[in-house]
């Protein structure tokens, strides 16, 4: 039985979106607005959410960030490189399987794929907001 599988049923991890990733995502729908309009900020931030919600099911799929060696935990991403004409983009995370509410998602932060990666100083106040420690 894989550590993603309890009794052949996949375990679901609940998310949650710290508060760096919530005002990331405002920002950039309201930059999306700007550039392309209501009804495509409204798509792209869906699409966002999408993304969010597939990380409830086998979140370690994706690989490490290249930011996780500035934390105190393993920090992932998922590349989004949508087909439309946005941008693609980078959500952080972290996965914790055993937490006091069971297995859960943290969404840390969403970054353009061309922005640089994050400095230590945001990650240091990442984690502090988000409360991590290492497992």
Do not use: C
């Not at 990331?24 to 700007?34: P, R």
């Not at 900020?41 to 699409?47: E, I, L, S, T």
């Not at 590349?79 to 998602?105: A, K, M, Q, W």
Request: neutral net charge; aromatic residues 6%; hydrophobic residues 40%.
């Amino acid at each position: 039985m894989s550590p993603e599988t309890t009794d052949e049923q996949p375990v679901v991890y609940a998310i949650r979106i710290g508060a760096r990733a919530e005002r990331d995502i405002s920002q950039a729908t309201a930059e999306t607005i700007t550039a392309l309009g209501k009804e495509k900020a409204k798509v792209w931030q869906d699409g966002v959410m999408e993304v969010v919600a597939s990380l409830s099911l086998n979140p370690q799929r994706y690989v490490r960030a290249n930011e996780s060696r500035m934390f105190t935990r393993e920090v992932r991403q998922f590349v989004h490189r949508p087909t439309t004409s946005s941008l693609p983009f980078r959500l952080l995370y972290t996965v914790t399987e055993n937490g006091p509410d069971g297995p859960v998602v943290v969404i840390l932060a969403l970054r353009y794929a061309a922005m640089a990666t994050l400095t230590r100083k945001e990650a240091r106040e990442i984690e502090m907001q988000n409360e991590l420690t290492g497992d």
